[in-house]
């Protein structure tokens, strides 16, 4: 059972703050919640103590006889600000220790994730900015706020992300145990696909695939839980709420994923591909819905979609690391590894990650396993774990061949 301490900022998103504590606190985390004396003009006292099961103040005088403004932030494994006002992160960048939060902050030698909410001109101010920077350059984890309706008819970034993905974010960096303590991909900007495209047949036909995106998010959230200054998710017909902290552009087919990939790579220091793209479209789509009692032909023609993967390694910049997926089933042409090293030798990425798919295999589940396939020919096996994990040991190899 990990500690987490959730501080609570004085702001009007400290209401969502307690789905966050709800997430923790269902998924077996001891939860100690540390508000501003602002923020319990939002929610108070009784409400935080009752669902964290543990006592809350605010200042430093109380509990006066634990040094409870050592001991939290000394014992904690994680600590999560949620919202982070402005003002907080001034605070927390001048070093202020003037209530129990921000001594808090002083004291904890954890991963400490910070997940702002202002409006628009506060955070886009640049005061916020060089502060946003000083905090990553300490090794704290600050995730961009999401760009939506803010307080009254204002809308723009500033919002603060879903709860549930900032939780999940806060789940992330715990499952890396002691090694989140060092933001291993701190300045690093990411760019990860996910999802699956959608080939239309007519406007209400498509060929397509399973894919949920499930994975591609995880490797997102993973990256922004080890300290990437940006990321960015390209996704396919994804379902999922948007990760907390990254920038996602829907698209739909595989023509529109590539030109977006193409758009983003260029900036990018890692890309990782684990999008399910069709190798096909249909050469000739109707542009109405084909009747059954139409004069329809019995065979579809299909032309082949550019391979983004090529492009990627023919159009590499020096010192970018690619990461491709490789989704096999095996059949009559070789087994699931021997297919995937066929396709490592014509696309030789740094890394390639090797899913066997396929009667409740990684599609539209929550675990996955992989063998990863390195340049030179190294091999490394991922057993079924969450695909939360195989995010954490695919960034885990990322970083050791960047090294």
């Not at 070093?95 to 909410?117: E, K, Q, S, Y």
């Amino acid at each position: 059972m990990s500690r987490v301490v959730l501080g609570v900022a004085g702001g009007i998103a400290a209401y969502k703050a307690v789905e966050v504590l709800r997430r923790f606190t269902e998924s077996g985390h001891e939860v100690r919640v540390v508000p501003t004396a602002a923020a319990l003009r939002f929610v108070g006292e009784t409400t935080w103590a009752a669902l964290s099961g543990n006592p809350v103040t605010t200042g430093v005088w109380e509990d006066a006889d634990e040094v409870a403004h050592v001991r939290i932030g000394r014992t904690a494994d994680l600590v999560l600000v949620a919202p982070a006002t402005a003002d907080l992160l001034a605070r927390a960048v001048a070093g202020r220790a003037d209530d129990l939060l921000t001594g808090t902050l002083l004291t904890a030698t954890c991963p400490v994730v910070f997940a702002p909410a202002m409006h628009t001109e506060m955070w886009l101010h640049p005061a916020t900015q060089a502060n946003v920077a000083t905090l990553r350059s300490r090794g704290a984890i600050v995730l961009d706020p999401a760009v939506g309706r803010l307080t009254g008819a204002d809308s723009g970034p500033g919002r603060l992300p879903e709860p549930a993905e900032i939780a999940a974010l806060g789940m992330s960096v715990l499952a890396r145990g002691a090694a989140a303590v060092r933001p291993d991909l701190a300045g690093r900007h990411v760019l990860v696909t996910a999802g699956g495209t959608r080939e239309y047949v007519d406007p209400v036909r498509f060929l397509g695939n399973a894919s949920s995106g499930r994975q591609g998010y995880a490797l997102a959230r993973a990256a922004l839980a080890r300290g990437a200054a940006s990321v960015t998710v390209v996704a396919a017909n994804v379902a999922l709420p948007e990760v907390a902290g990254a920038r996602t552009i829907g698209v739909v087919s595989a023509a529109e994923l590539r030109a977006r990939v193409h758009e983003v790579a260029p900036s990018a220091d890692i890309v990782v591909m684990a999008a399910a793209v069709a190798d096909f479209r249909p050469a000739d789509p109707a542009t109405h819905k084909i009747k059954k009692d139409s004069a329809a032909p019995d065979t579809l023609a299909l032309t082949r979609n550019p391979d983004v993967l090529s492009e990627l390694l023919a159009n590499r910049r020096p010192g970018q690391l690619l990461v491709g997926f490789a989704a096999e089933t095996g059949g009559p042409d070789g087994g699931v590894l021997e297919l995937a090293r066929a396709k490592h030798a014509r696309k030789p990425v740094d890394l390639l990650v090797v899913n066997q798919v396929g009667n409740g295999r990684g599609f539209e589940v929550a675990d996955n396993a992989a063998v990863v396939l390195s340049l030179g020919g190294g091999e490394t096996t991922i057993d079924r774990m969450s695909k939360d994990l195989v995010a954490h040991r695919i960034l885990d190899l990322v970083v050791e061949h960047g090294d």
